[in-house]
């Protein structure tokens, strides 16, 4: 993969793990020789993966809304800056930029940006993988509750399974490289069949 987008908070949160864990992902896809996507911030874990691919004169490209650019305060020394219009827009130009997708700890938008990524993959709107870095179990419960909702038959297990997860950034981007989306054909068709 030749760039992966990062989706993390703005904020840096209560346990320093996950700002380490989040300049240590930037390190590494740099020193892998993988451009870092991400949400254009210089401050918490944004901040900090930008910073970590930098330290190892990685490629970093940001892309912020224009209202934002204050609030998270757009970072100064990345590769390429991008100021958009709007979350859609942005998020549209990460997906465009990007070969894969890992999201670390953070809040609502980190969900958003994970979960629209996710579904654009469930419905074939793109075929590249989404990961999920479980530092220090951090998503354990959200993972418990997408399987609740696969056994509850609003996911298939198939698209649940599109979702990767893995402790270690090393694990992770290994199962990214072998990563195939599920061909269910026309699922929603068959979901009709079976009266779902």
């Known amino acids: 993969m030749r760039r992966i987008c990062v989706y993390c908070g703005s904020s840096s949160g209560n346990d320093p793990l996950h700002r380490s864990a989040a300049h240590a992902l930037g390190a590494f896809l740099a020193r892998n020789g993988i451009g870092l996507v991400y949400g254009g911030g210089h401050v918490g874990l944004m901040g900090a993966v930008a910073d970590g691919a930098l330290s190892e004169k990685g490629e970093v490209i940001g892309v912020i809304p224009q209202s934002l650019m204050e609030k998270e305060l757009g970072h ?99 199962r990214m490289e072998e990563f195939r989306p599920p061909d269910l054909g026309k699922w929603i068709e068959k979901l009709a069949a079976e009266g779902r």
């Open 76 to 174: 100064g020394s990345v590769t390429e800056l991008h100021v958009v219009k709007s979350m859609h827009e942005r998020k549209q130009l990460m997906v465009d930029l990007s070969e894969g997708f890992i999201a670390l700890p953070g809040g609502f938008g980190t969900l958003d940006e994970l979960f629209e990524t996710l579904t654009w993959l469930q419905l074939s709107f793109h075929d590249k993988p989404v990961g999920l870095l479980n530092v220090g179990g951090f998503f354990d419960g959200l993972i418990d509750f997408i399987g609740h909702m696969t056994r509850s038959g609003f996911i298939r297990a198939e698209h649940a399974a599109s979702l990767l997860v893995a402790p270690t950034a090393e694990t992770l981007l290994a």
